[in-house]
């Protein structure tokens, strides 16, 4: 049972938009910055998104971030097949003194 | 360009020991925290352990505390991680993984390609 709760999947149509939930609590989103994941199939996991929403050079805004309290988001628009992989959220957990992932989110692109 | 090169994995039995390497290239290694990160076959990412860059300050998963040992060699940019008492749930693919900010935990930037641990008799 991970520590933040995102979906196990998502899918939607090619050009469409999709967004990814990631659920925690005031010990770790709600009191430190969140970062997300793309682990493509077979690939070692990418940076996708840092502290909730700035993204890394090289990454297209297409993808973005957000977060509200104890949630974060992460928004995909302008689908691709490319896009299908899994997505991971993360971030520091102070009552643990550990770093947290959510279970992850397989996205389709049908 | 930033490169991570991890080493060391293999079959091993239970209650054995193991220590995996990782090799920095392409940025200022002692400045920053190091993470390893692991992943079981078919299964999501699980945080394993930090340590920040001077080798000061060190962070275990529950999971691993008290059996692993993260290291760094800032003179050699390596940083290890000795595993002992494995165990067949310590089985996966062990990640290294830079982290990117000024923080001591900021977010993971680059990972590598990992090397997988199977623990089994």
């Known amino acids: 049972q991970s520590v933040l709760t995102q979906p196990p999947s998502v899918s939607a149509a090619p050009g469409q938009k999709v967004t990814i939930s990631c659920s925690g609590s005031?010990?770790?989103?709600?009191?430190?910055?969140v970062s997300w994941y793309q682990q493509l199939p077979g690939a070692a996991p990418k940076l996708l998104i840092y502290?909730?929403?700035d993204r890394p050079s090289g990454i297209p805004d297409r993808f973005s971030g957000s977060k509200s309290g104890t949630s974060a988001t992460l928004g995909i628009t302008g689908l691709q097949t490319g896009d299908e992989a899994d997505y991971y959220c993360?971030?520091?957990?102070?009552?643990?003194?550990?770093?947290?992932f959510g279970g992850g989110t397989k996205l389709t692109v049908l | 360009q930033v490169g991570l090169v991890e080493s060391g994995g293999g079959v091993v039995q239970p209650g054995r020991s193991l220590r995996l390497s990782c090799s920095a290239s392409?940025?200022?290694?002692?400045?920053?925290?190091m993470h390893w990160v692991r992943q079981a076959p078919g299964k999501g990412l699980e945080w394993v352990a930090i340590?920040?860059?001077?080798?000061?300050?060190?962070h275990y998963a529950d999971s691993v505390k008290g059996r692993f040992t993260i290291s760094r060699d800032n003179s050699k940019n390596m940083l290890y991680l000795q595993m002992h008492s494995l165990r067949p749930e310590d089985t996966a693919l062990y990640y290294c993984?830079?982290?990117?900010?000024?923080?001591?935990?900021?977010?993971?930037?680059?990972w590598g390609q990992g090397t997988l641990v199977t623990v089994s008799s």
């Open positions: 993984a830079k982290d990117d900010g000024s923080s001591y935990f900021n977010w993971f930037d680059p």
């Open positions: 392409g940025f200022t290694f002692r400045s920053y925290a």
């Open positions: 340590m920040s860059y001077d080798g000061s300050k060190e």
């Open positions: 005031s010990s770790n989103i709600g009191n430190n910055y």
């Open positions: 502290d909730n929403n």
């Open positions: 993360g971030t520091w957990d102070s009552s643990l003194s550990a770093v947290v």
